[in-house]
């Protein structure tokens, strides 16, 4: 079937009509046909989010799971539980202890990605019309697993040390007076997806306290942590409160997303029923990806992988944030992350980043629009800069196209009042995968 | 953490009362405790669903896959998109063309194992209240889904030639004439989960008949179809009628379920918000395990390995049919599969195979109670009997000590007038992944 009969079959959907309310929620990014043109070679991609997994050592990688085939085959080709591998759940804890956590293997669900993690966190608890609480600009597929589950998404502000307290307070307060309560609050807390900024330790009580005393479930949402590329690991907000919090952890960051392995820490009864959810969603998850991790953190120099990995990291960053400070002309902002894999850029009054996109994409670099980002339409002189994926030569290169193109807006903006409009913005969205 | 503390952390969960209404549909199967006991080696269990992926070739698939990692590993280790690896879909195409299924790769959407693809389907078509009919006994699991989803299930009876087409029809009628329509009808018609029966070819063209006129979308599973242990491979439903049935097939009984890879083959619309919903449950399936699938397809003899898997399968249940048999006392009925895994019994009046489990596994063999394959309590004379995991001398031993159960039960019954009775039914729960 090519692609016009696709259309065709789209335009006379037998089934229009008889889809649930969800669906609707359920929209493709627009700017999915752009970034597929973005993915030509020459053209530098600061969109994406992938790391930089060809830094493995495959050999090494590829001998590890033919081992376990050979010797565990049997139980790591089998149907697995569905709460994941006890063994892995075990390494898990020692992962979180790194970040100040004390669980007990009892406490983890393996999930697929930290993504489906989150899913099953918002199906269990969110009903259509509930409240969700999100610091803003927020991880974007994370709008989208709200959305699709009918939330009522409302945002928090934040500055360069993260979500700002009083406003979470001054929220929650005004959501109860109102006769309304938020199920959950979402954050990113450390080197944040997009924001590239990082919750303040004296921040992190408060936070913990308000939520406390509002009755609003924590949703720490942590891929980054262990990429820390200035001082050591951050204290997670779980290691705090075991009975307000639900951790998300994953090793798409700092081992490999292809095996799709995440997970969440969480109290006893959330747990419990985090594991049913999981089973009804896919019974469970893939055995082999499981023992593989495991085997992977038992038998394998990791620790020495992640130093490898921020070292990588660390010069990328650095690329990008004296490109910017070389390149971009006054007016322009950014964020300076001490971790992680973006940087979040704010244009100067009267440029808007969506608009800019075809001309970025035709000045050969790429990056992704703030609105997305946002659920109320905020975002649009926003854009989320990777630096995770191009070498750094490559991101340089980036920052240099994209300090012209920026340019040029000024030039126009200056000369006819305002830059070109872009489209209006259309809530939270699925993006391509890999921009996530 | 240790058991004490998880039970009081679930006495006074701090989150009680702030779940979303579809979690009390989440309820874990009460013979769960009971099946933890039957997984020791002195009990033979007819019970779980397991392949036996012990008869794949360890060594060859171990080596196939550092293979992979080596060769393609920064692709295998990479987020990958949300529909599934096209190379992947291409072959599934032509995995299910032995079927009559005459498909496009862009129709299919891989998912993690055949179980999520019936997730998202519920998920794109179900709001709460909304009908879901199947055919009863059905795969324990899909109730459960559905339940989570909030649906309204409703059964329609099957007979040894599948389910009944004016039982249908009838039934779909009389929800027009109430004013509602199903959303789906939900079927597993070749080698069915638990009845072990196969939709008639002669009732097929009628089901789609009826389905097509009344609006309702087929969701046709089919995890056992290629396990055919006496004749040929069975025309799906999908070979009829592309627009209305979204089919759902499997990797897990034809490979090994380790690897959670199955799919969905849909119509283009409703493939298109599959994918949507997709990645916003996991943004992406494993790279690795889609590539190592394909891999294997490509370059394996797969068809030798059915061939192989059909032979013991045939072996397993012709040993279980005999035993049945030469060992069951009279008044006792059961199914006669022509292939896939299961056997369903019916005991005679006054015997309720629930309240004998325990008796059953104090005799040291195991299965599955009928009444969490209905969602109206029907099914307490049933059980499910497996023959795909042990081998034939075990099921042998296994059958016979169940006839000894049965034997004595009809003792009891004679001499009491009935046997003990059994709990009452709690509805479709989410069974241990091992039993499905």
Redesign the interface.
């Known amino acids: 079937?090519g692609d016009d009969?696709?259309h065709s079959?789209?335009n006379t959907?037998?089934?229009?009509g008889?889809?649930?309310?969800?669906?609707a929620g359920?929209?493709?990014s627009e700017v999915r046909a752009l970034f597929a043109v973005a993915s030509r070679p020459e053209i530098v991609s600061l969109a994406g989010g992938?790391?930089a997994?060809?830094a493995?050592p495959?050999?090494e990688?590829?001998?590890m799971?033919?081992?376990?085939?050979?010797d565990r085959?049997?139980?790591?080709?089998?149907?697995?539980?569905?709460q994941g591998d006890a063994s892995l759940r075990e390494s898990i804890t020692e992962v979180m202890a790194r970040e100040g956590i004390d669980a007990?293997p009892?406490?983890v669900i393996v999930t697929?990605?930290s993504?489906?993690a989150l899913?099953l966190v918002t199906?269990?608890?969110?009903?259509p019309g509930?409240t969700v609480l999100t610091e803003a600009p927020t991880y974007v597929?994370a709008l989208?697993?709200f959305a699709?589950y009918q939330a009522r998404i409302e945002h928090v502000p934040m500055d360069e040390h993260g979500v700002v307290p009083e406003a979470l307070d001054e929220h929650l307060t005004r959501l109860a007076a109102a006769g309304r309560r938020a199920?959950l609050f979402y954050t990113v807390p450390t080197f944040s997806n997009p924001a590239g900024v990082t919750l303040a330790a004296e921040r992190r009580p408060r936070v913990l306290e308000i939520c406390r005393r509002h009755?609003v479930?924590v949703l720490e949402d942590n891929p980054y942590g262990l990429l820390h590329l200035d001082a050591g690991p951050t204290r997670a907000l779980r290691a705090d409160d075991p009975?307000?919090v639900v951790y998300l952890g994953s090793f798409?960051k700092t081992l490999?997303?292809?095996?799709?392995v995440g997970w969440a820490c969480a109290?006893?009864?959330?747990r419990?029923?985090l594991v049913?959810?999981a089973?009804?969603?896919?019974?469970?998850?893939?055995?082999?990806?499981q023992l593989a991790v495991d085997r992977y953190l038992r038998t394998q120099p990791w620790d020495e992988q992640l130093k490898e990995f921020r070292e990588m990291y660390r010069t990328r960053r650095d690329a990008m944030l004296d490109a910017l400070s070389a390149t971009m002309p006054p007016g322009v902002t950014w964020t300076r992350p001490a971790g992680g894999f973006f940087v979040w850029l704010t244009l100067p009054e009267g440029l808007d980043a969506k608009a800019m996109l075809p001309r970025a994409v035709g000045a050969r670099v790429a990056y992704v629009p703030g609105t997305g980002f946002y659920a109320d339409g905020s975002g649009t002189a926003n854009m989320r800069l990777s630096y995770c994926f191009p070498p750094a030569e490559r991101i340089r290169d980036g920052v240099r196209r994209l300090a012209d193109v920026v340019g040029t807006e000024l030039s126009l903006r200056d000369t006819f009042g305002r830059a070109p409009a872009s489209a209006p913005d259309q809530g939270p969205q699925?993006?391509?995968?890999?921009l996530?």
């Open positions: 079937m009969t696709t079959s789209q959907d037998p089934w229009r008889r889809y649930a309310d969800r669906a359920m929209v493709a992938m790391p997994v060809g493995l495959l050999e990688v590829g001998d799971m033919a081992g376990l085939v050979r085959g049997a139980e790591a080709l089998q149907y697995g539980s569905a007990d009892d406490d697929v990605g993504q489906q899913d199906r269990i608890f969110v009903d509930d597929t989208g697993v699709a199920k009755g479930l009975e307000g798409s490999a997303p292809g095996l799709r109290p006893a009864a959330v419990a029923k049913l959810a089973e009804s969603a896919m019974l469970s998850h893939s055995a082999f990806a699925t993006p391509a995968p890999d996530a």
